[in-house]
């Protein structure tokens, strides 16, 4: 897509960006600002014709333009980068079509090309606050019940100016949040318990929404009535002592960390101080826990809160240089039992939500993968203690649809161009100098040429959607590329984004360093990078990070069924669950994601189910499985018609198998296991207990509900195996293995993505952000370091 | 044939010099994760506040103990030892009631047993509201000591509620009859009375007994290739027969790492506190800590310090 520039004529530094996920877009983002005035030359090299990485999605325009993901996207309320960029994004456009409209001699951007009116004429429009969080909570006779928390609203939205005079991302300060909320939970926990003792009374709400509902409120806002009364009824049950003496130990806990002054500088008397309080609350704890078990949960919270001050204490990480990096050899588990949580706790869902958010719980070369406990802290520090206005962000359509198409369109105005079907084989490194080592050439497959008469491929296209007013149009990727703007010999059944379907036309693209490119910004997926081609992988820290770090398939499935939530028996509030069961550990109501579709005169469904779970056992990388040699015998480009078709057959088998077995994973899963949810989704009793299929919208008969599992054919269901797709795990002791987007180890190379040392390790939207902002401070020296919010966090 | 090598070298390397002079310097090369690392709120804002002025003790540096005398904060926690040494004390006779209603009950007499926990709720109460009214004092000294905000409204007139509460209508509740308090037996409040009161004297007693803070040990290190000397120090007495430190981790590299090591259990020999550590081959430098457990119940710290020789 070539567009015109409001650069300057100067030399301009040619940028050739990798891929074009949140890390590479970002970069072209910084790169391509109107403050650089044109100073870079940005183009954006893409496998296939779609854009957003692991975020991308489809369109599904034979079947009522239906959205169709790779996994499960949510915004956090932390994200404070991403939501910067996003609602620049939006600003802009909206800037950019005013500007338009001026005379042409006042415009500041005369000769660029206008934008498109977005869907969303506002970021607060494509998204909204979700304040609820839920984890799957297994019961002692096997069943599965749902344990959802409420989560207040905060001051100010994500992307807002931080306040000026105050840090909020240091450990001291979390610290004193976590007191606070100890202390309120354990109030909290007493006062339930005090409460005689007898389950199910009147009113009862869940334990951690009432002391959320509290929020921070102080120990002595409550009223001295309500306070006595509720000392009384701890009386009754006989923890008054034990509270008021763990109470008043939180209390000097708080007041040490809210204090202007440093922690003790004896430490060991503050760690002395801590373990007796820790161990108070353990032993309290089991008491309240015997009295009312409906309050587990919110003990193991406690439990968990009170281990990590410990932990954060007893490992001196409050004056270590490396921040909670320190304890990123260690597995998050093993850490916090080393100081001392319950078994109980370990195994609480609620750690196992955490897990299963970084896919975390799944297995590596024959073991566990663990999470990084130095990342673990550091995630569950900015989720729960430094998220605005809501917990978790919602859109109200694709990722694709909200985030990358205003972005693309913005980023061609800005004068950013697109190389759409351009696969990356390799990389070659000139390293006969080796203070200035530097990458001489990229090497691209170019996967499909364009039909005669285009100079460039348009990727969106205008669908139409239900819940628009005005039959307003939505600019959105299709599930397949448009083969009419292609070569007419393309074939049509190709999907580009095969793993291993690595046909070319024509000869490799090379590009050259200093001809055609000067800096190089590598912002493929980790897994991709190890299929490359030439001898990048085989520089020493390309090679030890490739090592050391580990990626996995993941699974999803989408099912819209005829029925309301209520009906399928799912009472609460609209989630995203986690810790549920395997295959499928993750489950979220999407159902506010119909009106985005346009299901027209069939029926429209009355809700809408994301599931996704990590797919270690199928999914293995690529380059490991048996149709990998088909794969690189077709990249070659040196076989025949026929040697050519036999191994599109071989390959075509073995993907078609992997479909099938994660189709019968996902059918057995709703047959087996979502009852423990959706108690009235089932039918039949006992062994024929199983899903009620005919609550599936049937795009392919929806006049004639299917009863059996053939109905499930006409949902969504995929793994995302595409090298470049799989999931980044922050397995311990990985970290340090990571490479940054500062390093200029090799002179005109840079890397994006949720895999690099971004300052935050863990594979989600806001660490590929924050690379692709820290790459181009590395090739602009903008934006400043200090602006990257949280890239310094301990 | 040097020379021509050297030519080829130099010609090689021009097209990555001249790349290397297209990118500018980052301002580092990672970020500041220790405690004097800070986030601006955006390129116009001031710096923040705790990046200009570090706290004492934030600055990175260790601090040594005897600093730790003239320390406010010390002091303020030291003062909730004191406050919880006297809440002990108190306790004895709350425990002493206790243990009378514990033999009452197994005696299968009820009626001692309820006058017994009648005087131990009152003891109860008594320590409660002390509990109660350190919580607020402590508080309130200790935000004065740390020159912040600090104390609690209404603490009078709670605590007056609660000393009538507690002298009057506490028992008479107990007794079940009316209100939900009727809900549990006898039987139940007073075991959980009981074992209430237990862990409050063993938990009181654990951090009252930090006043005989400071019994050192003795460290045998046997390592064959470095240079090696260690401390142990506890806090109290131990209560167990063997206390243990089940592993030392320390920074290799900038890397947290666990010492590879067999750590003995720690015995009293002539009166002295002792600990056996054999290093492994594959110990690295450096220093090593782990905390001394006494049960699950930590009682001191144990150091390692190893050196190239």
Redesign the interface.
Known sequence: MAAASGGSTRSR?KVAIVGGGVGGLTTAFELSRPEHQGRFDVTVYQLGWRLGGKGASGRNLERANRIEEHGLHVWMGFYENAFRMLRETYSEIAERRADARRPKSRRRFPDAPVPPEPFFDDWRDAFFADPHIAVGSPAPDGTWDAWTAWFPPTPGLPGD????????????NYLARAVVLLRTLMFSTLRTAG????PGHAGARSALDQALDDGEA???RL???L??DT??RL????????A??V???A??LE??L?????????R??????L??LA??VR?QLE?VVRIDPRLRRKTEIIDLVMTSIVGIV??DL?????????????DARDWLE?H?ATHASLASPILKGLYDMAFADTRVDGRPSGLAAGQALRCAMRMFYTYRGALFWRMRSSLADVVFAPMYQLLVARGVRFEFFHRLDGIEV?T??A????V?ELVFGRQAALRRGRTAYEPLVDVSVGGAPDGRRMPAWPSKPDFDQLAPDTDRDRDFESAWDRRSVGAPVRLQ??RDF??AVLAVGLGAIRCLDGNLVAQPRWAAMLRHMKTVATQAAQIWMRKEMPALGWRDPPVTLSGFEEPFDTWADMTHIVPAENWGPQPVPRSLAYFCGACDDLAHPVDETEAWAQAKALQSGRLGAAATAKALEEIRRHERALHDQIREQAVTFLDEKIGALWPDAMMGTGKDRSFDWSLLVDSDRPDEPRYDRSAFDSQFWCVALQPSDRYVLTVPGSS?FRL?P???GI??LTVAGDWT?C?FHGGCIEAAVMSGRLAA?????F?????I?????? | MAASRESKKKTASQPGAALRRLRPKAERTGPKRGPQGYVKADAAAPEPQASRTPPPGADGKRRRNTDAVEDAVTRAVKLGYQVAEEQMHKSKAAAESLQKASAALGRGDPGEAFAQTLHTAKAVGDMATHLVENASSNTQLLAQALGGEGGASDWTALIARLRELLAGKVPGTVTGGEGDAGRLSWDVLLQQYLDTMRSVSQSLGGVGGSAKAGQAGRVLVVCDRMAASGSLALSRKPTTEAPSCDGLVGKVDGKSQLLDAQISAIAETGGVWEVTVKVGRGAAPGVYRGVVLDGDTPAGLLELTLRKV
């Not at chain 1, 934006?783 to 602006?787: E, F, H, T």
């Not at chain 1, 919010?789 to 301990?794: A, E, L």
Request: hydrophobic content about 40%; cysteine-free; overall charge negative.
């Open positions: 530094t100016p931080l306040e000026g005079d105050a840090n909020p991302f240091t450990l001291k409460e005689g003792g007898a102080e120990f002595a009223t001295p009535r306070l006595v000392l009384t009386l009754r049950v006989g923890v008054l002592t034990t008021a003496g109470l008043q130990g209390l000097i007041t040490l809210k204090g202007r002054t440093a922690l003790p500088s004896d060991f008397v503050f760690l002395e101080f373990d007796a161990a108070n032993r008491d007893r490992d409050l004056f270590d240089e490396d921040g909670l990096d320190a304890i990123d050899e260690f080393r001392g000139d006969a100098d203070g200035n080592v530097y001489k360093a200093g000067h800096m340090a940054s500062l390093d200029d002179v005109n040392a300052g401070h590395s090739l602009s020296g934006p400043a370091l200090s602006d919010v949280g890239f310094d966090h301990p």
